[in-house]
């Protein structure tokens, strides 16, 4: 139902965008975000968006690099990535919340799509 895809492989202070369609019928309704699982550490959340897109939440970390958004005529978010780092490589995720958001709880994660940034 969630579809996750864009990752690849950049040089540090390079950019990517993450895509991910949701297949079902819900995508109005609830919130988004993207979580990312680093090697040998456990899924963490990175950013999300309320069903209105007007409303989202970072972490510290990509506060000023990432921007999620939301496109709704094709069912998509998207996690922009600016001046990505080294320690941004992981697994990325979507993943749709059981609400509207910012903070509703999330209940459903789409496959992985691999972010790779080099030094």
């Known amino acids: 139902q969630l579809q996750a895809y864009g990752g690849g492989l950049v040089q540090a202070g390079g950019s990517l965008r993450l895509s991910c369609s949701e297949s079902?019928?819900?995508?109005?309704?609830?919130?988004m975000g993207w979580f990312r699982q680093a090697p040998g550490k456990e899924r963490s959340f990175v950013a999300a968006?309320?069903?209105?897109?007007?409303?989202?939440r970072y972490i510290d970390s990509v506060k000023g690099r990432f921007t999620i958004s939301r496109e709704y005529n094709k069912n998509t978010v998207y996690l922009q990535m600016n001046s990505l780092k080294p320690e941004d490589t992981a697994v990325y995720y979507c993943?749709?919340?059981?609400?509207?958001?910012?903070?509703?709880?999330?209940?459903?994660w789409g496959q992985g799509t691999q972010v790779t940034v080099s030094s």
């Open positions: 968006v309320d069903s209105s897109g007007r409303s989202t």
């Open positions: 993943a749709q919340m059981d609400g509207s958001g910012p903070n509703s709880p999330f209940k459903f």
């Open positions: 079902g019928r819900t995508f109005w309704i609830n919130g």
